[in-house]
């Protein structure tokens, strides 16, 4: 396979990488600081493709491969943690499952709307107060009543809840049948009953809200169901895969952000009578982190690429996320030292961009949980389907 870029796709990521350095880098700090999502430069970057990044013209979107999609996060995440979060959250888990089972009235229904930038944005609720990584446990349910499902339950850490038009919902549709009986039910956020409790105090990435979610007998039309009764875990874990690259792409971003400040600050800082660029400890520090980020881009390009070539790519996405995350934190963490005190004040980025970047080993599934998804695979342990079901 050939990693170099097209045409389309190098001005395609210098676009974008404008749009960062204009709408998102010199408001990052201030969206970090005061918690705030900064829609202005989203509703912006809706021209952009970015709201639709992989959503077929037909709908509103900019129908781009998921390789350019992984560059947009990228260099969003590049700009502001947090804003990267929020657009891979809508992108890869709010609108992908309405592109992967929606029907065509659902698609011609939502998907508009969703990449306009004039409504809310797309989110995916599945973790539950007791349980995380094991989504077959799910216990919010779904009641079939007349024409209505009736949804009660409660969901955790759901990204975007707070600025979304409508939440997809792993819900228990059948309570006999394990994990073959759990379905996605579409949930318009402004559905009597649904409640979104504040936003998570979280350690990074204040930009992007996260919440719990409550649902007490929320009704929403038996045609909100995406896809087949029963098939909600195998699509929850297909959505999933595609996630991991846009992780893998956001860690790569954040990386990149934090050599390009420790790379500027070693050449500016003076000490013992020379930049401290020249010092060897820095120099290895900086040779690492380029190495390490060059290595993820690819891992996360390669993952991409066979998602487009319409391979299987679920081993290939959970190594692009694993590697991509923890370079992510050890990159950050570097540039810190590389700036010393300075790097623990929030005067410099660094100290932001190690924060966000601490999010990435957990989110989409911990690294403990993507060792566990690589190990079945080269074990021979995953069926050769799909949507593979026996992988939690």
């Known amino acids: 396979m050939d990693f170099r870029l097209s045409e389309e796709q190098r001005l395609f990521r210098q676009a974008v990488w404008e749009f960062a350095e204009q709408e998102l880098k010199p408001r990052a700090r201030h969206v970090d600081e005061h918690g705030e ?26 129908e781009l491969d998921h390789v350019s999609a992984a560059i ?42 969703l990449t306009s930038g004039r409504n809310g944005l797309a989110a995916l609720a599945l973790t539950e107060p007791h349980c995380g990584s094991d989504l077959g446990a799910v216990r919010t349910t779904a009641v079939r009543d007349g024409d209505e499902w009736v949804i ?32 996605l039910i579409l949930v318009p956020t402004d559905a009597p009953g649904l409640s979104i409790a504040p936003p998570e105090k979280k350690m990074g990435l204040h930009g992007s809200p996260t919440h719990a979610v409550t649902f007490d007998h929320v009704r929403v039309p038996l045609d909100h169901l995406l896809g087949e009764p029963g098939r909600g875990l195998p699509y929850a874990l297909q959505i999933l895969d595609g996630g991991r690259i846009g992780i893998g792409a956001l860690s790569v971003g954040l990386a990149q952000a934090a050599f390009e400040e420790a790379v500027r600050y070693a050449k500016e800082r003076i000490a013992f009578g020379q930049p401290i660029a020249a010092y060897q400890a820095v120099q290895w ?108």
């Open 285 to 392: 520090m900086l040779v690492d982190a380029a190495v390490e980020i060059e290595a993820a881009r690819l891992l996360v390009y390669r993952a991409a690429w066979l998602q487009d070539q319409g391979l299987s790519y679920a081993q290939a996405a959970a190594m692009a996320k694993l590697f991509a995350s923890e370079m992510a934190e050890r990159v950050t963490r570097n540039a810190i030292q590389i700036h010393g005190g300075y790097g623990y004040s929030r005067e410099f980025p660094v100290e932001r961009l190690y924060r966000d970047a601490r999010l990435m080993t957990i989110g989409e599934g911990t690294s403990e949980i993507q060792r566990l998804v690589i190990a079945r695979h080269i074990l021979g342990l995953v069926r050769a389907e799909p949507l593979p079901a026996d992988v939690v």
């Open 72 to 113: 947009a996060i990228e260099e969003v995440a590049r700009g502001c943690g947090s804003t990267a979060l929020s657009l891979a959250a809508h992108n890869g888990l709010g609108l992908t499952p309405i592109l992967l089972c929606g029907s065509e009235a659902q698609k011609q229904r939502w998907l508009p709307a």
């Open 152 to 183: 009660t339950g409660q969901k955790m850490w759901c990204t975007n809840a707070s600025i979304a038009e409508v939440i997809v919902t792993l819900c228990r549709t059948d309570r006999e049948a394990g994990k073959r009986g759990l379905s």
């Open 37 to 62: 999502f900064n829609w202005e430069a989203v509703r912006k970057g809706a021209s952009l493709g970015l709201l639709g990044l992989t959503v077929p013209e037909a709908y509103g979107g900019a």
